[in-house]
């Protein structure tokens, strides 16, 4: 009976131990094997979470441009600023680098697809960060006219003075004036405008502007034409050839005299001493506004002539005969 149970006992144990032995031996051997291979690939439409420091990073990735369409003297320069250079057509920017353009001189910043910055002459731009949805620029001075793809995932912001514009495949204009007036004008899509608090939506055919340490006014609608006016000296002979131009324009406008970028008051006001040279001259003021609206006036001729008068003393021979008593 005894002999009879142990046999019992050990079939049992033998028929219990097989799946154990099959464990160790098989699928031990095979999660070893699976160590030295690729991870499995996710399926189709799993979304592997990221850890959030990764994620950032990911997100903040570094993104380049390149300047095209240089024209005349354009300068570029890292960090600071101090070192400048001259730019060339193709070269690539990355955060940090400033570029500014010469007296009639442009450039454009481009990423193809996404968006465009074109430069006006005497302008100094600023690019600030650039990521994957996000494209941070300042504007020091001058006027930019911006481009971007409609794609709701691009986003290109442009700071200037305390105001900033944002836009999201709209095309806009921007002026930033020495005076530390703002300006903000919308040809297509829509451009949002902050400052101080205020938040404002320009839609195309709209402009706004934002005065230094006030938030943006409401917009209003484009004018159809740009208002200049100018006094000009009624005396046409000049003999110093200091010409003293004064005039009045709408405010936000950008106004050259004989080509010099000069300052306007918010008011719309300006003025600008001209020294000239000897000869005629013909003296041109143009002025332009978010709008696109252009408007110039020449001046009647002034003529210079800084020479000393010349005179003569006339004598008589018969002043030196002695006169008889």
């Known amino acids: 009976m005894r002999e009879r149970l142990l046999f019992i006992s050990a079939i049992i144990l033998f028929v219990v131990s097989v799946p154990i032995v099959y464990l160790i031996l098989f699928e031990h051997g095979l999660s070893v094997s699976r160590t030295n291979q690729e991870a499995p690939i996710a399926p189709t439409g799993l979304k592997v ?3 959030p420091e990764i994620e950032a990073q990911a997100q903040a990735a570094p993104m380049a441009l390149s300047l095209n369409q240089v024209k005349g003297q354009v300068e570029v320069a890292s960090g600071d600023g101090k ?3 001259h730019a060339e057509e193709g070269m690539v920017l990355q955060a940090q680098d400033r570029i500014r353009t010469g007296n009639l001189s442009s450039a454009t910043l481009s990423m193809p697809g996404v968006f465009a910055v074109r430069m006006d002459s005497d302008s100094e731009f600023l ?3 650039l990521t994957e949805n996000l494209f ?6 001058g006027m930019i006219d911006a ?3 409609p794609a709701t995932k691009h986003l290109v912001e442009v700071a200037a003075v305390r105001a900033v514009a944002r836009s999201q495949g709209g095309q806009f204009k921007m002026h930033a004036d020495k005076s530390g007036m703002v300006s903000v004008g919308a040809s297509k899509g829509r ?3 902050e400052a101080e608090g205020k938040i404002v ?3 195309a055919g709209y402009m706004a502007r934002v005065e230094q340490g006030s938030p943006p006014e409401d917009p209003i609608r484009i004018p159809k034409q740009l208002l200049l006016k100018v006094r000009w000296p009624k005396e046409r002979n000049l003999s110093s050839g200091r010409l003293l131009v004064k005039g009045r324009c709408q405010p936000g406008a950008r106004v050259r005299v004989a080509g010099v970028v000069v300052e306007v008051d918010p008011r719309g006001k300006f003025r600008q001493v001209l020294q000239l040279g000897d000869g005629k001259h013909r003296v041109a003021i143009k ?6 609206n252009v408007k110039e006036i020449r001046s009647h001729s002034f003529t210079v002539d800084t020479r000393a008068d010349s005179f003569q003393i006339k004598t008589s021979p018969e002043m030196w005969r002695d006169k008889k008593p």
Do not use: H, K, P, T
């Not at 941070?136 to 001075?141: K, M, N, Q, S, T």
């Not at 002025?287 to 696109?292: P, T």
């Open 49 to 51: 979470r990221l850890l």
């Open 83 to 85: 070192n400048w250079s």
């Open 127 to 129: 690019v600030q960060s």
């Open 136 to 141: 941070r620029f300042l504007l020091a001075e």
């Open 147 to 149: 481009s971007v793809v």
């Open 191 to 193: 451009v949002e405008l």
């Open 201 to 203: 939506q320009i839609d």
């Open 287 to 292: 002025a332009e506004d978010v709008g696109n």
